[in-house]
């Protein structure tokens, strides 16, 4: 990630500015450019596709928009997470989505992924506690090179995923690695993927 503009800006100010040849988030007023790499962007196309075919089958009402934005209320933070499952049921109630493509209420929002490929720390740290305030039901990460912190993955690190689902509004973590099967998901229950399929981006 990449640090721009020196001063802090608001998240209209930010809206304003986005452009829309490369991805973008604003932390604390602050304007931060993704760089995913190419193993990064595989994995996240990868489960879009996936996810794309597993909701569909189930005939669910979700949607998954590659540029919509997470915005928190209280502060002037928006994400763009590598990939986030919308239920368009609850759009109506989404008062930035028509002109902004942007969600305020956890509600609104199925799943979030965040695939880890550099600063791990935001994606178990701030991302982690910014979702779980919203009410947002489930938040994977998926740290496919095991770089994020021993107190998130064990020793040895090693690939993994983390699946947090929100309890009696706390986060509470299962995780998965190697042949594992993902499938205790809330909101895919039965999704046939293996962690190592995820990791490798293929079946």
Not at 12 to 23: A, C, S
Not at 97 to 111: F, H, Q, V, Y
Not at 120 to 144: C, F, N, P, S, T
Request: no cysteine; charged share 25%; glycine share 6%.
């Amino acid at each position: 990630m990449v640090q721009l503009l020196p001063k802090l800006i608001t998240f209209d100010e930010f809206i304003e500015w986005l452009p829309e040849t490369r991805r973008y988030e604003l932390h604390e007023g602050t304007i931060i450019e993704m760089q995913p790499t190419g193993k990064h962007e595989d994995i996240a196309g990868f489960l879009t596709q996936e996810l794309t075919l597993e909701y569909t089958r189930m005939n669910l009402p979700y949607r998954i928009p590659p540029k919509a934005l997470v915005k928190l209320k209280d502060k002037e933070t928006g994400y763009n997470p590598d990939l986030l499952l919308i239920d368009r049921r609850k759009l109506v109630n989404e008062p930035f989505w028509d002109k902004k493509s942007t969600l305020i209420n956890g509600e609104s929002i199925a799943l979030v992924i965040e695939i880890v490929s550099n600063n791990w720390r935001d994606d178990y740290g701030y991302k982690l506690i910014d979702y779980e305030a919203m009410g947002i039901r489930e938040y994977w990460i998926v740290d496919y090179l095991g770089i994020g912190g021993v107190r998130f993955i064990g020793q040895p690190k090693q690939p993994t995923i983390s699946l947090y689902q929100l309890i009696d509004g706390e986060y509470q973590v299962k995780q998965f690695r190697g042949q594992e099967s993902i499938n205790q998901s809330l909101i895919f229950p039965d999704l046939n993927l293996t962690a190592e399929q995820i990791f490798k981006a293929q079946r």
